[in-house]
């Protein structure tokens, strides 16, 4: 899953595209360095974001996704939101296929309108380690395949809810046991060049060896049973699942 950040204001600078241009070139690289997933984000994450609103977000996704669909028909699309209005919009007017929500469920109408919708739904948890996050996982779980909901991704949500080093690092080490609990569900990773990479490393997100220490967990991942990767860095990461 490779990363398309329609914001200002992203993390990591190399993620952010605003114009058509830079847009469709993205989406283009991502599926040409060996990406089957495109990610488009209109609403940053990143501890301090300015709030956006859900007119700004729906204005910035229709743009890029209007470029997107136009250049790359066939690609398969997630869109990063936690609002279930933007999550209809994005199915509904350009047959987004993934909804990601990295709010667990903040939006009480989300679950419903996702099983309404019938595409995928990534379920990203706030807990602060595996113990906690299987309990909320095994109830979520329910909940969405009651509302309909039939494929569920789930992401464990590095850098979310959790202390910046210990906390990532044991929900790292101890995924396999998540995967254990919940053997049919894929598992999506997303660690790429967050602060758990690049803080113990003394070094900016945008550096090499930002990179080179994402690319590492990512494989930790992998032995663990990860399913998904969503990664900044698409061909360097291909590069590497294939040695």
């Not at 996704?61 to 790359?72: D, K, N």
């Not at 309909?148 to 906390?167: A, H, N, S, Y």
């Amino acid at each position: 899953m490779g990363i398309l950040n329609c914001t200002p204001d992203s993390f990591f600078a190399g993620s952010r595209v605003q114009t058509e241009r830079d847009i469709a070139q993205r989406a283009e690289q991502i599926l040409r360095e060996g990406g089957h997933i495109i990610d488009v984000g209109a609403y940053s994450t990143r501890p301090g974001a300015q709030e956006v609103s859900e007119e700004e977000e729906m204005r910035r996704l229709r743009m890029a996704l209007s470029v997107i669909r136009r250049e790359q028909p066939d690609a398969v699309l997630s869109v990063d939101t936690f609002r279930a209005s933007v999550a209809r919009m994005a199915v509904e007017e350009f047959n987004v296929q993934i909804i990601n929500d990295v709010s667990e469920g903040i939006d009480a109408d989300m679950f419903s309108e996702v099983g309404k919708l019938g595409v995928s739904y990534i379920l990203m948890s706030v807990e602060p380690d595996i113990k906690r996050m299987t309990e909320r996982f095994r109830r979520e779980v329910a909940q969405l395949q009651a509302a309909g909901c039939k494929d569920i991704i789930l992401d464990p949500g590095f850098g979310f809810g959790k202390d910046v080093i210990r906390g990532n690092f044991d929900t790292l080490i101890h995924l396999d046991e998540l995967k254990e609990q919940f053997p049919t569900l894929p598992l999506l990773v997303g660690m790429s060049r967050k602060r758990m990479v690049w803080m113990p490393l003394d070094v900016t997100p945008d550096s090499d060896a930002a990179m080179q220490g994402t690319m590492l967990l990512d494989l930790i991942a992998l032995r663990q049973g990860a399913d998904i990767l969503r990664v900044h860095d698409v061909k360097e990461t291909a590069t590497l699942l294939e040695l």
